[in-house]
């Protein structure tokens, strides 16, 4: 199982270094709805010149997430900030622009070539778009918010913005090196588009220029949407930030990183057009220099707890315990935010802070042992050991420690045998045993009667497997599964690879027939739907065994 999160389906330059982020792994596929677009937010961050060269950085970050429905994203947002902020810290005057519509994209362009062209032929110059991507006719094109209007492959310039056209004016800009980073998913992900152009991006090659794309062409990179920042950009920082490394050993290690981390799954690949190797984001001379993180919109807050396992929320977003959270007050001068923090077997605790901007706060938390959970008694009336001769699964439940009652599960070896087979074997195993309900959400916010209860990650977040993974028993990966998303049904979860379900799964509280097709239906709730219906993040799965 690679570490990749676990749901539903629901620019020619000279030194010029492109990047392309394949961030966008396929999000819950709810029905395409309309949605207010909001005015991009545009934050300038001030740098200083580099003590150690003297030279001036400038820096334009794009990061485009609210496309509505299913082409909304996970972390562009979240990968521009920190982007923006590490840039900041290495000297750049950032220019941070989210939400972007083809306007935007054009006028930010245009104004960061002019200040990159005024500030001299010493200057280093980057430039980060996140967001969604597209290949059409063999031209690649950034995708603005707003672009779903596009009915006629005639249009798309008038609807999407050419990176070419950004290749072209950021020609006479005249930097020493410029680094861009293009964070564009490399598959089009718009209804009615896709048969315009081959899958993913094409490859841009230039002399003078660092091409770096987060994985292979004809592949889709890691959105990582269970930690804040997709799988590539959180190695990529790590590595700007550290001391000694040029240009081409940035990239170098970022690509080893990923690589291993997405169990070779995600290869990044690069096209090497420099002529030298002597730009350091971070030279050796200036390793103690002070890394600045706040920005003028943001605080910083530090949630410390020594209970192992813990999990921090900071206003429902997860955190590590010991890490520092940095957050976004926008307009606000002040914010306050609740924490919460919990431990399997531990008592949940809350606090609230007020965060000011650019202040910094720390909360420790000292967590009570609950009892241990024991297992619920045996309800009076027994219940069935299998239906028609398939076999029925029970899982008790329990909620800080005070047990619920039991779930009991048809499975349909028949329809689905590979999502059954590896769901009595994990069962057999007692792999379940202890594990949480990570996730509980409703798949279409447009309607109240979408919801899904999902667990089985041994990790807790919903990156975690057994270790294996098994075939998608679902039509459109060509299995003839009969079974449907109908009112207590159970299905294997999965990333947006098509064989890559382990251990995870979840229940349908309510129908999800836009998933019918996309995910491996196996099993349906026979008792105790009910006790699923009330189901906590965080609450466990006490025991799973097969019932006898």
């Given at each position: 199982?690679?570490?990749?999160?676990?749901?539903?389906?629901?620019?020619?330059?000279?030194?010029?270094?492109?990047?392309?982020?394949?961030?966008?792994?396929?999000?819950?596929?709810a029905?395409?709805?309309?949605?207010?677009q909001?005015?991009?937010?545009?934050?300038v961050?001030?740098?200083?010149?580099?003590?150690?060269?003297?030279?001036?950085?400038?820096?334009?970050?794009?990061?485009?997430?609210?496309?509505?429905?299913?082409?909304?994203?996970?972390?562009?947002?979240?990968?521009a900030?920190?982007?923006?902020?590490?840039?900041?810290?290495?000297?750049?005057?950032?220019?941070?622009?989210?939400?972007?519509?083809?306007?935007?994209?054009?006028?930010?362009?245009?104004d960061?070539?002019?200040?990159?062209?005024?500030?001299?032929?010493?200057?280093?110059?980057?430039?980060?778009?996140?967001?969604?991507?597209?290949?059409?006719d063999?031209?690649?094109?950034?995708?603005?918010?707003?672009?779903?209007?596009l009915?006629?492959?005639?249009?798309?310039?008038?609807?999407?913005?050419?990176?070419q056209?950004?290749?072209d004016e950021?020609q006479?800009a005249?930097?020493?090196v410029?680094?861009?980073?293009?964070?564009?998913?490399?598959?089009?992900?718009?209804?009615?588009?896709?048969?315009?152009?081959?899958?993913?991006?094409?490859?841009?090659?230039?002399?003078?220029?660092?091409?770096?794309?987060?994985?292979?062409?004809?592949?889709t990179?890691s959105?990582?949407?269970?930690?804040?920042?997709?799988?590539?950009?959180?190695?990529?920082?790590?590595?700007?930030?550290?001391?000694?490394?040029?240009?081409?050993?940035?990239?170098?290690?970022?690509?080893?990183?990923?690589?291993?981390?997405?169990?070779?799954?995600?290869?990044?690949?690069?096209?090497d057009g420099?002529?030298?190797?002597?730009?350091?984001?971070v030279?050796?001379?200036?390793?103690?220099?002070?890394?600045?993180t706040?920005i003028?919109?943001?605080?910083?807050?530090?949630?410390?707890?020594?209970?192992?396992?813990?999990?921090?929320?900071v206003?429902?977003?997860?955190?590590?315990?010991?890490?520092?959270?940095?957050?976004?007050?926008?307009?606000?001068?002040?914010?306050?935010?609740?924490?919460?923090?919990?431990?399997?077997?531990?008592?949940?605790?809350?606090?609230?802070?007020?965060?000011?901007?650019?202040?910094?706060?720390?909360?420790d938390?000292?967590?009570?042992?609950?009892p241990q959970?024991?297992?619920p008694?045996?309800?009076?009336?027994?219940?069935?050991?299998?239906?028609?001769?398939?076999?029925?699964v029970a899982l008790?439940v329990a909620?800080?420690g005070?047990?619920?009652?039991?779930?009991?599960?048809?499975?349909?070896?028949?329809?689905?045998?590979?999502?059954t087979?590896?769901?009595?074997?994990?069962?057999s195993?007692?792999?379940?045993?202890?594990?949480?309900f990570?996730?509980?959400?409703?798949?279409d916010?447009?309607?109240?009667?979408c919801?899904?209860?999902?667990?089985?990650?041994p990790r807790?977040d919903g990156?975690?497997g057994?270790?294996?993974t098994i075939?998608?028993?679902?039509?459109?990966?060509?299995?003839?599964?009969?079974?449907?998303?109908?009112?207590?049904?159970?299905?294997?979860?999965?990333?947006?690879?098509?064989?890559s379900?382990?251990s995870?799964?979840?229940?349908c509280?309510?129908?999800?027939?836009f998933?019918?097709?996309?995910y491996?239906v196996?099993?349906?709730?026979?008792k105790?739907?009910?006790?699923?219906?009330?189901?906590?993040?965080?609450?466990?799965i006490v025991?799973?065994?097969i019932?006898k």
């Amino acid at each position: 199982m690679s570490n990749k999160a676990i749901k539903p389906l629901t620019l020619s330059l000279s030194g010029w270094a492109l990047v392309a982020l394949g961030c966008c792994i396929a999000l819950l596929l709810a029905p395409l709805t309309a949605f207010a677009q909001s005015p991009a937010r545009r934050i300038v961050l001030s740098g200083v010149a580099s003590p150690v060269t003297g030279e001036h950085r400038f820096a334009l970050v794009i990061g485009n997430t609210h496309y509505g429905g299913a082409n909304e994203l996970t972390n562009p947002e979240n990968d521009a900030k920190a982007v923006a902020r590490t840039l900041q810290s290495l000297g750049f005057t950032v220019t941070l622009v989210l939400d972007a519509t083809r306007e935007n994209i054009r006028d930010s362009v245009h104004d960061f070539s002019g200040a990159v062209s005024q500030s001299g032929s010493g200057t280093v110059a980057l430039f980060y778009y996140s967001g969604h991507g597209m290949q059409v006719d063999g031209k690649n094109y950034l995708i603005p918010i707003g672009f779903e209007g596009l009915k006629n492959k005639q249009d798309v310039d008038d609807y999407a913005y050419s990176a070419q056209k950004a290749l072209d004016e950021m020609q006479s800009a005249g930097a020493r090196v410029n680094i861009v980073i293009l964070d564009a998913c490399r598959n089009n992900p718009f209804e009615g588009t896709r048969a315009w152009g081959g899958r993913g991006l094409g490859r841009l090659e230039a002399q003078g220029v660092y091409i770096s794309y987060a994985t292979a062409e004809g592949k889709t990179a890691s959105d990582n949407p269970g930690e804040s920042n997709g799988l590539f950009t959180q190695e990529l920082l790590k590595n700007l930030k550290t001391p000694g490394l040029n240009i081409h050993q940035v990239f170098q290690n970022t690509r080893a990183s990923v690589y291993d981390r997405s169990n070779h799954d995600q290869y990044p690949f690069d096209y090497d057009g420099l002529l030298n190797d002597n730009f350091y984001f971070v030279p050796v001379a200036n390793a103690t220099t002070p890394i600045i993180t706040d920005i003028a919109t943001t605080a910083t807050l530090t949630v410390s707890c020594a209970t192992p396992g813990a999990k921090v929320l900071v206003d429902g977003r997860s955190a590590t315990a010991g890490s520092t959270v940095t957050l976004d007050l926008g307009e606000a001068k002040s914010k306050t935010v609740e924490v919460d923090v919990s431990a399997a077997g531990y008592e949940t605790r809350a606090k609230q802070v007020t965060l000011s901007r650019g202040g910094n706060a720390t909360l420790d938390f000292s967590l009570d042992r609950l009892p241990q959970p024991q297992q619920p008694n045996e309800s009076p009336e027994p219940y069935p050991t299998a239906v028609d001769g398939n076999p029925v699964v029970a899982l008790a439940v329990a909620h800080n420690g005070e047990p619920l009652g039991k779930i009991l599960i048809e499975l349909f070896p028949k329809q689905a045998p590979i999502s059954t087979a590896n769901y009595l074997r994990l069962v057999s195993n007692k792999f379940y045993n202890g594990l949480t309900f990570h996730r509980i959400t409703n798949l279409d916010p447009q309607h109240e009667t979408c919801k899904i209860v999902q667990g089985g990650d041994p990790r807790g977040d919903g990156s975690g497997g057994p270790g294996w993974t098994i075939k998608g028993e679902f039509t459109s990966n060509g299995v003839d599964n009969p079974l449907r998303h109908t009112k207590g049904a159970v299905a294997m979860a999965r990333t947006n690879e098509p064989n890559s379900a382990g251990s995870q799964f979840y229940i349908c509280i309510d129908p999800v027939p836009f998933l019918d097709g996309n995910y491996a239906v196996f099993g349906q709730v026979i008792k105790g739907l009910d006790i699923a219906d009330r189901l906590q993040v965080g609450d466990t799965i006490v025991s799973a065994t097969i019932a006898k």
